[in-house]
C-alpha cells in the first residue's frame, strides 16, 4: 500500500484531536456508539476475568510461602506471615492487574477497537497496515515482562503512603503508554518513523498513560479502562502522525 499523503502544515496546525482531554472525551462519547459497545462488553468479561483469575492465583500462591516456615516457629508468627502473605496477594493482583488485562486484550481487541475509532473519526485513512499475530503476541509478552519486572522491583515502595500513589501512576503511566503506542503506531506509521514519533510526543503519551493507570485502580471502571486506552490511543497517535507528517507505514 502506497503510504498516505503528508498532511498540510495548515490542516495539522488546527488539529486539535491531539489535546489529550479531547481525545479521551471522544474515546468515552463512541462507548455508547454500537461499533464499540460490542468491545466493551467483551472487555468487561475479559477484565473481570483476568482480575478473578489473577487474585486467586496470588492468594494460593503467596500464603504457600508460610508453609515454608519451620516447625517450630511461633504460632503467631506464622499467622502474622499468613495475614501478610494473604494482604501481599490482593496487594499484588491491584500492581499486576493494568499489566496483565492491557495484555490480554490489547492482544484480543486493539485492532478491532482502532478500526472503529477510525471508522467512526478519520474515515478517510486508507487501510492500515494490520500486524500479525505473532507480533501482536510478542508485543504483549515483552510489555508484560517489563512491567511485571519493574513493579515487582518497586514493590517496597508500594507500602510508603503517598509514595506508591505516585509510583504507580508514574510508572504504569509510562508502561501502558508505551503498550498502547507499540500496539497502534504500526497500523499507521514506519518503523524508523516510529521512534521519532514517540520522541517528539512521549509527554503526550506519557499523560495520557497516567490517566490510563488512575482509570485502572478504580474499581469497576478498570473494567472498562483498557477499551478507553486504546480508543484515546488511537486519536493521539492519528494527532502525533499528523503533526509530524508521517506517512502511513507500507503494507
Known amino acids: 500500500m502506497p503510504g498516505a499523503a503528508r498532511v498540510p502544515r495548515r490542516s495539522q496546525s488546527r488539529y486539535k484531536g491531539g489535546r489529550m482531554p479531547t481525545a479521551f472525551l471522544r474515546a468515552i462519547t463512541q462507548l455508547t456508539e454500537p461499533s464499540l459497545r460490542r468491545l466493551l462488553m467483551a472487555s468487561l468479561a475479559i477484565a473481570f476475568a483476568t482480575f478473578v483469575v489473577l487474585l486467586g492465583a496470588l492468594w494460593l500462591a503467596l500464603p504457600w510461602l508460610a508453609g515454608l516456615l519451620p516447625a517450630a516457629t511461633p504460632h ?103 503498550e498502547n503506542f507499540d500496539a497502534i503506531a504500526p497500523r499507521r506509521v514506519a518503523w524508523p518513523a516510529q521512534r521519532a514519533l514517540w520522541k517528539t510526543s512521549r509527554l503526550r503519551f506519557w499523560v495520557a498513560g497516567g490517566l490510563f493507570a488512575l482509570l485502572m485502580a478504580i474499581p469497576f471502571v478498570n473494567l472498562a479502562a483498557a477499551i478507553l486506552a486504546a480508543a484515546t490511543m488511537t486519536h493521539l497517535v492519528e494527532a502525533s502522525r499528523r503533526e509530524a507528517g508521517a506517512t502511513s507505514s507500507p503494507r
Open 76 to 178: 503467631w508468627l506464622r499467622v502474622a506471615v499468613e495475614f501478610v502473605a494473604g494482604a501481599g496477594a490482593v496487594v499484588l493482583s491491584i500492581i499486576l492487574f493494568p499489566a496483565v488485562v492491557t495484555t490480554i486484550q490489547t492482544t484480543l481487541l486493539v485492532e478491532r477497537v482502532c478500526g472503529a475509532v477510525e471508522a467512526r473519526h478519520y474515515p478517510g485513512l486508507p487501510p492500515p497496515r494490520s500486524p500479525g499475530v505473532a507480533e501482536q503476541v510478542v508485543i504483549s509478552l515483552r510489555f508484560l515482562g517489563t512491567a511485571i519486572g519493574l513493579n515487582l522491583v518497586a514493590l517496597p515502595l508500594y507500602f510508603v503512603p503517598v509514595v506508591n500513589a505516585v509510583l504507580f501512576v508514574v510508572l504504569n503511566g509510562y508502561l501502558l503508554a508505551r
